[in-house]
């Protein structure tokens, strides 16, 4: 038995997915005449409670086109430093747009309204970068997949605001922030100018994100996407992956987080840190856990010297739960 717990990426279509994959009506979506990835694009706009959307390939993708929204070449977006756009997106901001980042420090993710004023520097030419923007993420995957608090969301919306700042939101696990908060997904991105969502998380579709705003900024998107290379014909294949988990696979991550509390439960993680279906630990030789316990078929990310970090999804089941604890126990106490 293989037990998968480096990434909620790792899962495989179901029977039902695929089924509805195959039925998919399709059509060419460069041409705006793909009626599945129209439909998703309107449901997951109205879910989100923004103008519209638009489906593009990657998380990574869906972030790039919205930052490069907000910001312009030699202007600069902060985020704190676990960001996954600063961390694990190889530099595209500057690579593609141009954008420099300036980050703050942030304890497991959760977002510190004082540091993110100490940080920002609105209209500061022509002698410093002028921030544009603001980015945060929910949940926050390097933190340990951290709800970010609501009052704190808020109070740094109400900075950007009167700052003229904009927001950008990194909702790939946004669906867990969801189902942990019980606040609607319209509640967790109201006030954002731009987010992200995806499809190839937690949710289980083999590809996709949307990204979400106002129709004139989606608009420009599509154009950017296309420049990119990433104007996709018959997508709706794939679009009706991310419907079909849309209907079938948000509920059901109250689950993933179940396991993963009992999973941070037995392997000591500390206590209050699992809030949704990733478990962060943190042990004295993090590769030597990693591959010791490859070898007895459990599969784990070493993400840094000491960190560990193990994430539930829809292919994990109670019996992959316990398979885990048996041999990661003794191997994270030992
Ligand atoms: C928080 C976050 N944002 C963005 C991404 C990028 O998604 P993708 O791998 O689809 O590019 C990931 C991927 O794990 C992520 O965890």
Known sequence: ????????????????????????????????????????????????????????????????????????????????????????????????????????QATRGVIDVEAVRGLISPDAGPYLVSTKAIALENTHNFGGGTVQPAGQVA?????????????????????????????????????????????????????????????????????????????MRQAGILAAAGQYALEHNVERLAEDHTRAARLGDELGANPGTVETNIVVLDVADAAAVAGAAREAGVYVSALGPRFLRLVTHLDIDDDAITRAIEVLAPLVKG
């Not at 987010?195 to 154009?223: M, N, Y």
């Open 1 to 104: 038995m293989i037990v998968d717990l480096r990434s909620d990426t790792v899962t495989k279509p179901s029977s039902g997915m695929r089924a509805a994959m195959a039925d998919a009506e399709v059509g060419d979506d460069v041409y705006g005449e793909d009626p599945t990835v129209n439909s998703l694009e309107a449901s997951v706009a109205a879910l989100l409670g923004q103008e519209a959307a638009l489906f593009v390939p990657s998380g990574s993708m869906g972030n790039q086109l919205g930052l490069r929204l907000l910001a312009k070449p030699g202007e600069e977006i902060v985020c704190d430093s676990l960001a996954h756009i600063a961390r694990a997106e190889l530099g595209h901001a500057a690579a593609f747009s141009g954008i420099t980042f300036r980050t703050w």
């Open 155 to 231: 109070a740094v919306i109400e900075l950007a605001r009167s700052c003229g700042l904009a927001l950008h939101l990194d909702g790939a696990r946004l669906w867990n922030a969801h189902v942990a908060s019980g606040l609607s997904l319209a509640e967790l991105t109201a006030g954002f100018d731009t987010v992200s969502v995806c499809l190839s998380k937690g949710l289980g579709a083999p590809v996709g994100s949307v990204l979400v705003s106002t129709a004139d900024r989606i608009a420009e998107a599509r154009v950017w996407r296309k420049r990119y290379g990433a104007g």
